[in-house]
């Protein structure tokens, strides 16, 4: 699963991915700093991890991470070729929902491609040309379905019927993904290429250090364009939290205890991630580690085993699974397992997040 970190060149993509991935992507104050994507992985923050840790004494502690992409900023014509419209859409076409970066702070020394600060406009300019990307691609899928058609195959006129309907939404100006769409529907019409306005957003207002603990005018709007759409929308300052990022654990509590901030941006990105992607996070744990698993929602216990090794998932037997807040009051296994909290789950069980699991199984 790969999070595509998007925006207008200058917005503060590339500070914003290395906060997070500590990854060292070239950072400037100029259009197109960024040419060929940048992939690195974030550490999600999970406190349930290390209380877990902490009750069954576990020596190492390892997180689980998620992946993001720095991809190349976007201007007006991108749909036609303009600027690095061609390599920018191909790498949107690859990753699973998209972090869209939006300048809402003002800097003489950083350049806006436009001239001028205008949060909405911003976000307005890369939507219509995501719209226009994938119109071409809807115009050019109808033309082969409209034929086959003709055939009278119930399949394929019910395809051209979904592809009209996007077509029509698209026209308006509006994205793929405000379309309610049955798994049916949405996989007729995905069956031989992505739209990219189908994957999920969330909007990310980039503001200045003063800002961090406000919404203000500008912030705000971004909040509003995005749950006016339906979409998620968090409050972040780049460039602050990049500085945290460089400092060693306890001079960056110290900071931020100074700055007053509540909350770090980058784990509301991750957790907003998380809740884009449909993911949860699942638990094993020993004396030896306890370790974070991330999964997608629905997932059945022996996919969930195949996480860890395909021998697991291959060879699974059982599961037995404890609630982590039921394993954090018992103290331990086999107080969980005495108060009937450590239960055996087969073939079926549908993995919840928070679950501490350990898989049975025989090669």
């Known amino acids: 699963m790969q999070v595509g970190i998007v925006g207008l060149p200058s917005a503060g993509k590339s500070t914003l991915f290395n906060a997070i991935?500590?990854?060292?992507?070239?950072?400037?104050?100029y259009?197109?700093?960024?040419?060929?994507?940048?992939?690195g992985v974030a550490e999600v923050r999970d406190e349930r991890l290390y209380k877990i840790a902490k009750v069954v004494e576990s020596k190492n502690i390892v997180p689980t991470h998620i992946k993001f992409v720095d991809i190349a900023g976007l201007v007006k014509g991108a749909s036609r070729g303009e600027g690095l419209g061609n390599q920018f859409l191909s790498y949107i076409r690859e990753v699973d929902a998209i972090a869209h970066v939006v300048r809402c702070f003002s800097d003489e020394n950083v350049s806006h491609v436009e001239g001028k600060i205008n949060p909405v406009s911003d976000i307005e300019t890369i939507n219509i040309e995501l719209i226009l990307a994938?119109?071409?691609?809807?115009?050019?899928k109808l033309d082969k379905v409209a034929r086959q058609?003709?055939?009278?195959?119930?399949t394929l006129i019910r395809q051209k019927e979904i592809l009209d309907k996007v077509?029509?939404?698209l026209d308006k100006g509006l994205p793929a993904r405000s379309m309610k769409l049955s798994p049916e529907d949405l996989k007729l019409?995905?069956?031989?290429?992505?739209?990219?306005?189908?994957?999920?957003?969330?909007?990310?207002?980039n503001v200045s250090e003063i800002d961090v603990n406000i919404n203000g005018s500008l912030a705000k709007e971004v909040i509003d364009f995005a749950h006016k759409e339906g979409s998620e929308a968090i409050v972040i300052c780049a460039k602050l939290e990049s500085e945290i990022a460089e400092l060693n654990k306890d001079e960056a509590q110290v900071f931020v205890e100074e700055m007053e901030i509540k909350e770090l941006g980058l784990d509301k990105l991750v957790y907003a991630s998380y809740k884009l992607l449909g993911l949860i996070t699942f638990f094993t744990a020993g004396p030896k580690e306890s370790k974070a698993w991330t999964i997608k929602k629905g997932t059945k216990a022996p996919e969930a085993a195949g996480k860890i090794h395909s021998d697991m998932e291959r060879g699974f037997i059982k599961a037995e699974v404890v609630y982590y807040e039921d394993l954090l009051k018992d103290g331990s296994f086999q107080?969980?397992?005495?108060?009937?909290?450590?239960?055996?789950?087969?073939?079926?069980?549908v993995v919840k997040d928070g679950d501490v699991i350990t898989f049975k199984f025989a090669v």
């Not at 058609?149 to 119930?154: P, V, Y």
């Open 21 to 29: 991935t500590k990854a060292g992507a070239v950072v400037g104050n």
């Open 31 to 39: 259009p197109f700093t960024t040419v060929d994507s940048n992939v």
């Open 134 to 140: 994938d119109m071409a691609v809807i115009d050019k």
């Open 149 to 154: 058609a003709k055939s009278g195959d119930k």
């Open 167 to 169: 077509r029509d939404v």
């Open 189 to 205: 019409l995905t069956s031989d290429s992505s739209l990219l306005t189908l994957k999920p957003v969330v909007y990310v207002a």
């Open 335 to 349: 107080t969980a397992r005495e108060k009937g909290h450590l239960r055996l789950e087969g073939k079926e069980y």
